[in-house]
Structures are given as structure tokens and as C-alpha cells.
């Protein structure tokens, strides 16, 4: 097999920028994904370790394995914008990139002999991805971006220990909080970027622009309080988590009656990532809901999670690779929108019905998981050619 030149891979329109593998890996992943999952769950299948569940292992991987593959796609890429210094492209994206298969690779069946290996490999990945996106930041002294990349140093950490508490080195009781604090990290990144880029997205999407409003302190106020709900839930303070939750409700209402203009809903690219902001919005309400109402608390964490996690990941995918390829964000593929909605049905599917109607619990996951793999398999029939070729005005990237 002969192996290919630095130059040569430097070429491939695929590893010319970080979106484009990360966001097709992304996708790809995200169906092989559900697609086991929902046979494990159909064959009662269990994984072969012993500390943690099948559950907790599900989470581990649509959080460390999709969820991060589309994170490290988008800063790879942002970061260039941001210090206008180049980061991983050809030999060095491939070497990243890999790091992540092998990891997600290993992760289809774990057992207590390639959880090491997962663990190795996550480790070097994260090395590498932040060693990527730290050095052009310290080079051209931009400061403004530490608080998105100490969120994902965090999830490196989160992710680090979950593997070990898998491996028995650490208490295996830790796996569920280690878990929960992960899924707040990520929708804490949410909360911070759909801050920055939904009032800007909206302006420059419709005709009235103007009536578009935007408070930046209502984006750290609602942090702080976000930050106090986060330490409620994890430490079961349950009697000042509900008045949190509805007060950070609050805050994100007004933030999107800010932002809301009825014009939004002809562009796909710009009510998704609204949507995106209501799942988490109603995830943390129903979360604090959970006990007095003993609802299912998994049932909070998929609002947030599959609704608010996937619709905001989709929506940013679909618009970062478009506009990256010198493709208009303004006139996304015919038939888009489907993405978005089947995500929407599948979120309600998955997090709300069963709320109201258990009985078919088991159905509604099932519908949910089909409703998750259409919305993908269309994802990637819109973006692999985009992803795979080179821009369409003949630009390195």
C-alpha cells in the first residue's frame, strides 16, 4: 500500500479545512450510531463491560463521539476567522481525525481490553485538538475565545474521566454525573454561541432587520444563572432548582422574543438554531419538574440533547458547509428544512409524548430513532458532495 505525501493529502478537497471531515464524520457516525443502538435496544442486547450500563455508554458516545466530531469541525474552522491563522489541514487533520475513528471505531463494541485503547486514543485526540486551536489564539493574542475553549477543555477532561471510571480506575458511581455534567457543558457552548450567532444569523436573513434585538447582558446574566441551575441539579439542591429553572426559562424567552421576527420561518438555516433554543429552554423547566411530578429525568435530558443539541449541531453544519464552499447560506439545498423537521417530530417523539402517554414508551423511542436516522441519511445526501469536493470558486479550503 503506498503511503501518501504530506503534499498529496494537503490537496484532497476533504482535508483541506476541519469542517469537512469532522461534520461527515459527524453525520456518518450519527447514524451507525442509532442505528446499533436501536438494534441493542430491539435484541435487548447488553455491552460487554461490566461498570457501566448501555445507557451510560450511549450518552458517552453521542456526546464524545457526534457531538464533539461537530464542535471540533466548527472551531477548527472558526478559529481561522477568528486569528486569520491557518489550523489543521491535510497530514495533521488526517492524524487528528483518525485519533477520533479509532476512538468511535473501538466504541461499537467495548469490552474491558479496548476501553484502554479508547482511552489512549481519545487522550491523544484531545491533545492534538487543542494544541490546534490554542496555538493561533496565543499567536495572534485573541482573548475573547478562552471561555468557548475552556468549555472544551472541560469536555476532554469529562470525557477522560468517564473513560476511567469505565476502566474501574475511578468509582463507577461517577459515570452518571460525569455524564450529566458533560451534556451541561455542551449546552452551556450552545447557550454562549447561539448567543453570538442567532440575532446576526436573523438580521442578515430577513428584510426588517432593525426589529431584530439583542441585549448582550441578558447573554451573561443568563450564564450566571445557568451556572447556579447546573450546580443545583448536580448537588440536588431541589428546593431552589425549579425557581432557577424557570427564572433562566425566563430570561431565554425574552431573549428570543428578542430575536424573533415571523419571517424566520422561510429560512431553515435561521428557525432551527431558534428551535434548538426552545428544546433546551423547555429540557431545563421539565428537568427541574422532574421529581415533583416524577417524570423520567432521561425524558429533560433528550429536550435537551436530541431536540436542542441536534437541531443546533444540524443548523450549524448545514450553514458552516455552505458557506465554506463558497456555496450561498442563502440558498441552502431544496428540501433542507426536512432535516429540521424530522428532528423536531423525532425530538417530540423521544422527549414530550411519553410525558403524557408511557404506555408506548418503548414505540416512541423506536419512532424517535427512525426519525433521528432520516434526518441524517438526508444530511448526508445534501453534504457529501460539498464536503468531499473542492470549493465551487476554485479557493484552498
Not at 471540533?72 to 491535510?90: E, I, R
Not at 487522550?123 to 472544551?152: C, D, E, M
Request: aromatic letters at 16%; glycine letters at 8%; one cysteine or more.
Amino acid at each position: 500500500m503506498q503511503i501518501m505525501n504530506n503534499k498529496t493529502v494537503k490537496m484532497m478537497p476533504w482535508l483541506q479545512n476541519g469542517f469537512r471531515v469532522f461534520f461527515l464524520g459527524a453525520i456518518v457516525f450519527a447514524i451507525a450510531a442509532i442505528t446499533l443502538w436501536a438494534t441493542e435496544l430491539s435484541f435487548h442486547w447488553r455491552i460487554p463491560l461490566k461498570l457501566i450500563s448501555r445507557a451510560q455508554w450511549h450518552g458517552h458516545e453521542m456526546l464524545f463521539g457526534y457531538t464533539i466530531a461537530v464542535i471540533s469541525g466548527f472551531l477548527l474552522t472558526a478559529v481561522q476567522n477568528w486569528t486569520g491563522q491557518t489550523t489543521k489541514n491535510g497530514s495533521g487533520l488526517l492524524r487528528l481525525f483518525l485519533f477520533w475513528l479509532v476512538a468511535r471505531c473501538l466504541a461499537f463494541y467495548p469490552t474491558e481490553q479496548t476501553l484502554i485503547f479508547i482511552l489512549l486514543s481519545s487522550l491523544l485526540f484531545y491533545l492534538f485538538l487543542i494544541t490546534a486551536i490554542v496555538r493561533p489564539l496565543l499567536k495572534t493574542h485573541n482573548n475573547k475565545q478562552w471561555g468557548i475553549v475552556s468549555k472544551v477543555m472541560l469536555l476532554a477532561i469529562l470525557d477522560i474521566l468517564f473513560l476511567c471510571s469505565a476502566c474501574g480506575w475511578l468509582p463507577a458511581e461517577w459515570a452518571n454525573t460525569l455524564l450529566l455534567l458533560s451534556v451541561y457543558t455542551v449546552v452551556g457552548l450552545i447557550l454562549v454561541m447561539g448567543g453570538r450567532v442567532i440575532p446576526g444569523f436573523t438580521r442578515n436573513a430577513i428584510r426588517e432587520a432593525d426589529k431584530v434585538k439583542d441585549w448582550p447582558v441578558m447573554t451573561w446574566l443568563s450564564m450566571v444563572i445557568y451556572l447556579g441551575f447546573v450546580l443545583a441539579d448536580v448537588f440536588h439542591w431541589q428546593n431552589i432548582l425549579l425557581p432557577i429553572a424557570l427564572l433562566m426559562a425566563i430570561l431565554n424567552i425574552i431573549r428570543l422574543w428578542g430575536w424573533y421576527n415571523y419571517e424566520i420561518w422561510k429560512k431553515p438555516l435561521v428557525w432551527v438554531l431558534h428551535l434548538a433554543f426552545v428544546f433546551i429552554t423547555l429540557g431545563i423547566v421539565t428537568r427541574a419538574l422532574s421529581q415533583p411530578l416524577q417524570l423520567l429525568p432521561f425524558l429533560s435530558l433528550h429536550m435537551m440533547t436530541y431536540g436542542g443539541i441536534g437541531l443546533m449541531t444540524t443548523g450549524m453544519m448545514a450553514r458552516v458547509s455552505l458557506g465554506h464552499t463558497g456555496r450561498s447560506v442563502f440558498e441552502p439545498p431544496e428540501g433542507l428544512s426536512w432535516v429540521f423537521v424530522l428532528l423536531v417530530i423525532g425530538a417530540i417523539f423521544r422527549s414530550v409524548i411519553p410525558i403524557f402517554w408511557m404506555d408506548y414508551f418503548f414505540l416512541w423511542i423506536l419512532i424517535a430513532e427512525i426519525f433521528w436516522l432520516g434526518a441524517f441519511i438526508l444530511m448526508l445526501v445534501f453534504y457529501l458532495i460539498p464536503l468531499t469536493q473542492s470549493r465551487l470558486d476554485g479557493r484552498f479550503g
